[in-house]
Structure formats: C-alpha cells, structure tokens
C-alpha cells in the first residue's frame, strides 16, 4: 500500500510561483513511476508531468517550459515547481505513484494522454491563480 500526502497549495497571483510537495510512504520510492495530475471545477483529471525512477521528467505541453518537477529520495518526496502561473492553472492538484516503470498512455488521436497511470493518488491541494 502506498500513502500520498500533498501539500503546498494556495492563492497566489497570476505570473507568481508556488511549489507543491507530496510525501509517499514505501521504501521502494525510488522504483515508483510518480507523477502530477489536476482537476479544474466541471474539468476532466489531466496529466501535469512525471518523474521516472532514472530522474528524466515529460510535460504535457500546458505547463512545459514552466512547470518543474523534482524528487528527494531520501526523503520520499516529489515536488511541483510551478512558476509563471495563470488563471488556468487554477485546480486541485494531485500526486499519482506507480508500482510499475513509467509508460506512455495515448489519446484516440495519437497525442500523449499521460505517463503516469495512477495506482495510487494523495487528496490532493487546492492551487488558486487570480488574475
């Protein structure tokens, strides 16, 4: 069994930064696929980014270039550098864990869908961006 707790979130201004943690229990932290998700009010769940077991990280193209993600395996810890927020960014965010390497997950259309499946996920911390 793996336990997720997320924390971090909060309100901040558009163009502002904030950084999420999510503490995983499990010593085999460093063999899980771990990812980020969000979910906006009335929204699908979608794919922020994952951080394989070998540190290589994937971005789904909303938040390329602006968001950063990280781990401390001593620590069990994945974190979201979020950075140059907008108003669309505004969600709940969530961390997903794989007991399984990373893959990729496609759309009907061929696009990347994810590459983090979600075995397991935290409750998740609000992030609010006003404009």
């Known amino acids: 069994q793996v336990q997720l707790v997320e924390s971090g979130g909060g309100s901040v201004q558009s163009g502002g930064s904030l950084r999420l943690s999510c503490a995983a229990s499990?010593?085999?932290?460093?063999?899980?696929?771990m990812g980020w998700f969000r979910q906006a009010p009335g929204k699908e769940r979608d794919w922020v980014g994952t951080?394989?077991?070998?540190?290589?990280?994937t971005y789904a193209d909303s938040v390329k270039g602006r968001f950063t993600i990280a781990q401390d395996n001593a620590k069990n810890t994945l974190y979201l550098q979020m950075n140059s927020l907008k108003p669309e960014d505004t969600a709940m965010y969530y961390c997903?864990?794989?007991?399984?390497?990373?893959?990729?997950?496609?759309?009907?259309?061929?696009?990347?869908?994810?590459?983090?499946?979600?075995?397991?996920w935290g409750q998740g911390t609000q992030v609010t961006v006003s404009s």
């Open positions: 499990g010593d085999t932290y460093s063999s899980y696929c």
């Open positions: 997903a864990a794989d007991l399984a390497r990373c893959r990729y997950y496609y759309a009907a259309g061929g696009s990347v869908l994810k590459r983090t499946r979600g075995d397991y």
């Open positions: 951080i394989d077991s070998d540190g290589s990280t």
